[in-house]
């Protein structure tokens, strides 16, 4: 029997996790806190289990169980996606291509247009921006129906994406499988290894099947747009992609982003009705900026710090992962005196680093103030050198941030920005929205709500 050693690192200060300002780290022993004790406070709502031990230990501290090492995550990075998806790659060669791969796809100048490859997409995540609007003011009737605006953020991500996404939450979450920490189970039939291979073979179908048919069209000699797909064929002999590397791939961007942004608009949506004078503030600054015959684009975000405060705080108090990737570090290294030997899990728990109260005066109260000052994108703020000045956590930190948070911002800044261009937006009386309770294992979205949309101008 061996025993491995969850770390969670929930410091205001976490480059690579652990460097922060935390004072405490706290070895509790097995049998004190073993997997069958602990496991079931981290099944639900573990981010909550983890503040509370945050606020007992310290902001580091870590949990023995006794069973088995845990290296990787077995279900998604072996039964789902096959030991090639990026985001449950260990770091190595075959990582480091992928994260090129991505990072060239949204992030990196692209040479020839001396641009950011992300002003390539733009012009899509404008479109789907604006049928979100659109596609919103006719479910609402214009404010005379009570409608439930998640099923529209949800298709502007894409909805078949969607689904296969929210059943790899449901599968992966970083503390929800047994089958990932205890080895032999691994090694018989179950429930959720069965569920696993049901989800690896839907995405490679899904994915798969998207491929080949842009192949073919290529090889017809077919015009196809430039995507995503069309990029990854182009490349495929010099990465040395086959065709399950590269239908892994693409289920790895959709997964990565789709539940992720369609959560941040739905907890938009859940949280304004209860802000008029939010919205107010808001309305006033999109009438000074942009007017009312056009809509917001990328380049106001710029110009409309209160809105680009908005949509931070969402992000501050509803981030979709409290509970980042696990990580394992591959060296001993001793951290303030504290001894972090290799193999040990990581888990950055930014749900206590968000509700720090000294970086967050107040911080379960809803104030898009507290960022008024800050100018940054999140992407720009990831990379700040002083990560105490950093937004927030929301696409995680180190070498393996959210490599898709170039897209994922102008996304949101699109639909939120839209959305309160066009809309004032109420609860209905008697139907209280709750924002305590969430959908997903491990990426969160508001549990079904109900809101209505008044209509503050047509013209589009
Ligand atoms: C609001 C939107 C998003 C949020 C909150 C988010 C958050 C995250 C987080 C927390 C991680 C883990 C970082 C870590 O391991 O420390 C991650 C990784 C990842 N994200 Fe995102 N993400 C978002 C949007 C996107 C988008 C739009 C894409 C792709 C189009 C994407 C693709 C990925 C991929 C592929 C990884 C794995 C990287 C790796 O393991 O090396 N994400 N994201």
């Not at 839907?202 to 196809?224: A, F, N, S």
């Not at 997964?255 to 949280?271: D, N, P, R, Y």
């Not at 705080?313 to 696990?326: D, Y």
Request: net charge negative; with cysteine.
């Amino acid at each position: 029997m061996y025993s491995y050693q969850i770390l969670f690192a929930a410091g205001a200060f976490p480059t690579l996790f652990v460097a922060s300002s935390l004072s405490l780290f706290l070895s509790l022993e097995s049998p004190n806190l073993s997997w069958r004790r602990s496991f079931p406070f981290l099944t639900r709502y573990p981010e909550l289990t983890l503040d509370y031990w945050a606020k007992k230990y310290g902001s580091l501290y870590s949990l023995w169980l006794g069973i088995n090492s845990l290296k990787e995550m077995y279900l998604k990075s072996q039964v789902v996606f096959a030991g090639r998806g990026i985001t449950a790659t260990p770091y190595n060669d075959r990582w480091c291509v992928d994260y090129h791969q991505m990072t060239t796809l949204f992030n990196d100048s692209d040479h020839l247009a001396q641009q950011p490859a992300v002003e390539g997409y733009t012009h899509v995540l404008d479109y789907e921006a604006l049928v979100l609007v659109q596609d919103l003011y006719r479910h609402g009737n214009a404010g005379l129906l009570p409608i439930n605006p998640q099923p529209s953020a949800g298709r502007c991500s894409l909805n078949i994406s969607l689904r296969l996404s929210r059943e790899f939450m449901n599968c992966t979450g970083p503390v929800s499988n047994l089958i990932d920490f205890v080895p032999f189970l691994q090694k018989i039939p179950s429930y959720m290894k069965a569920r696993g291979q049901k989800l690896h073979a839907d995405l490679v179908e899904t994915y798969g099947g998207m491929i080949h048919e842009i192949d073919e069209r290529l090889k017809r000699h077919e015009h196809v747009p430039d995507c995503l797909v069309k990029t990854l064929l182009q490349s495929r002999e010099e990465e040395e992609l086959d065709h399950l590397d590269m239908s892994i791939l693409c289920s790895a961007f959709m997964i990565g982003g789709v539940e992720t942004t369609a959560s941040i608009m739905q907890w938009f949506s859940a949280l304004i009705p209860a802000y008029p004078e939010i919205q107010a503030r808001a309305h006033e600054e999109l009438d000074r900026v942009v007017g009312r015959d056009r809509l917001p684009t990328v380049d106001d975000e710029k110009n409309m710090p209160y809105i680009h405060a908005i949509i931070k705080e969402v992000e501050r108090c509803h981030n979709p992962f409290w509970l980042g990737t696990p990580h394992v570090n591959t060296h001993d290294f001793t951290y303030r005196g504290q001894f972090i030997p290799k193999d040990t899990v990581l888990i950055l728990n930014t749900y206590t680093m968000h509700h720090d109260p000294q970086r967050h005066p107040d911080p379960h109260r809803f104030n898009p103030e507290r960022y008024l000052e800050d100018s940054t994108l999140s992407s720009e703020s990831a990379n700040l050198s002083n990560p105490l000045e950093r937004d927030h956590w929301m696409f995680g930190v180190g070498r393996r941030i959210c490599p898709g948070m170039w897209v994922a911002e102008r996304e949101v800044w699109l639909v939120i920005s839209r959305m309160l261009w066009a809309f004032r937006t109420e609860e209905i009386p008697g139907e209280p929205i709750d924002l305590k309770e969430y959908d997903g294992l491990s990426g969160r979205s508001p549990v079904p709500f109900r809101i209505k949309l008044f209509l503050v101008t047509r013209r589009w």
